[in-house]
């Protein structure tokens, strides 16, 4: 018996799943750059007007 | 005429390359693996002599050999190197040689893929070990790579990260091959409930791969454009939050405690009803229990930041969750032992290391529940009890079950049998030198003794001086693994096709010395049911 991994069924299957996985684990890496950019413009802090590492403009960023 | 055109046939497909062709240009499921395998054992000893010049330096209070920036260099590199380096790719190489055999395939689904899966990493790591010699030296903020410190990073910022991306990307790629070959490429008649317990851990492990390592990538590439692209995603000058940070890595992170671990469940899984000649008890159990401590892994994650604040509820949710784990946990450790009830036990090499796995990992599962305690926690928190407490999950629970499996399928590998003498003098050491190693750090920890510091108060001076010895002598007998290898793959008795008799499993009714290319005829419905004796 040949191996069904010759059957073009077989191959597209394989492809279909690991496109699917693939897609999976780029939703998880977009969704959470995108959730933390969500969250970042949701909170009321001020912009930095000075350099970072001055130690200013952190008092409202709590 | 037929007989001789097929065994042509079958002599051009056992023709395998010779030369850098073969292994550059790889796609056998069992050369992958192999160089898996290489790589990772080699990241194993470099990770291991920076854990050697820690416990040096640690030997006695004072600065004595490094200073102490190279100090953070090293905790961070080495926890770099043996998780990424060591025991993922241990892992994506045990999987690599033993999926296909054990579910009656002739190779990994996306062989391309899969060569791709292991080049990335000797360049990964390239850029990694270079760190030390750019100007600031290696990264040395922690692996975990908190904000604002991580920002603070010499020259070795950007190449770390990238390296972690590449890492990232190569882990995915082969949990995505494991996954596709899961699913598509079993062998008719070989169902999802007669798998391989190893094979089952591999599945869900490789869910949960590409479930959190995109998580990571996010995180890192936040911080680099944090460091370079003046957003402020974890900068509270900004408006941005470092404790962010910690919650995304830690939804990375607490679900990569169990990719590391999860196939060490199936080894275990796979030897211990072997050198009982008993099946597996409750096989079924064993696959949900898996399914549940992968499930739980994403509600966890909070219990690494307990001290940071947060409300009650937040507590008590994270706290009872993590305590959760212990349930489907025990079921497992209960299943083993219940397997060995009354069993024809014998103690080769790899039951040896799989017992050792069993008592020592569930050191590390209690102290993991201590820790899980809010209010006990936030007295352990950073101390060496956590330390203590990973390091337990980690060496004799992840390493013991990469060696256990190592010495489990090596004479199906080489076709000899290894030096059995040699590795219960390896088990031994190992075994012993673990607990001298390790032991003595919960007593540090419980006193007060911070982790990271190259340095501390002279009443912690006895108990780092043993943990050292344990460490010198716990690395000195790690170099008898490659020995032991190397002996039998060049001078090794020759091993049956079934090396171990109470041995289940396709991969043991293939002949011995393994034809290059295996199950390019799919076995039969009778071999499966045979092999899946559980």
Redesign the interface.
Known sequence: MAFPVDDPERRRRIRRTALLFGLIAVAFYVAFIVLSIVRHASTDAPTPTLPRGTGEGREGAS | MVDHAATAHDAHHDHKPHGWRRWVYATNHKDIGTMYLVFAGLMFFVGGAMAMVIRLELFKPGLQFVDPQFFNSMTTMHALLMIFGAVMPAWTGLANWQIPLMVG??DM??PR?NNFSFWILPFAFTILLSTLFVPGGGPAGGWTLYPPLSLQGGDSFPMVIFAIHLMGASS?LG???V??TI???RA?GMGLLRMPLFVWSWLITAYLL??????L???V??LLTDHFFGT??F???????PV?FQH?FW?FGHPEVYILILPAFGIVSEIIPAFSRKPIFGYETMVYAIASIAFLSFIVWAHHMFTVGMPLAGQLFFMLSTMLIAVPTGVKVFNWSTTMWKGSLTFEPPMLFALAFLFLFSIGGFSGLMLAIVPADFQYQDTYFVVAHFHYVLVPGAIFGIMAGVYYWLPKWTSRMYDQTLAKWHFWLSAIFVNVLFFPQHFLGLAGMPRRIPDYAVQFTDWNMISSIGAFGFGLSQLLFPYIIWKCARAGQPAEARAWDGAHGLEWELPSPLPYHT????PSDALIAKGAEH
């Open positions: 395939a002739p689904a996306l893929l995915i949990a995505i091959n996954i596709v699913l598509n490429m008719p590409i479930a959190v390592m995109p998580v990538a996010g995180a590439t936040m402020t995603f900068t509270a000058a900004g408006g941005g939050d962010m995304i939804f199950w390019e005829t799919a």
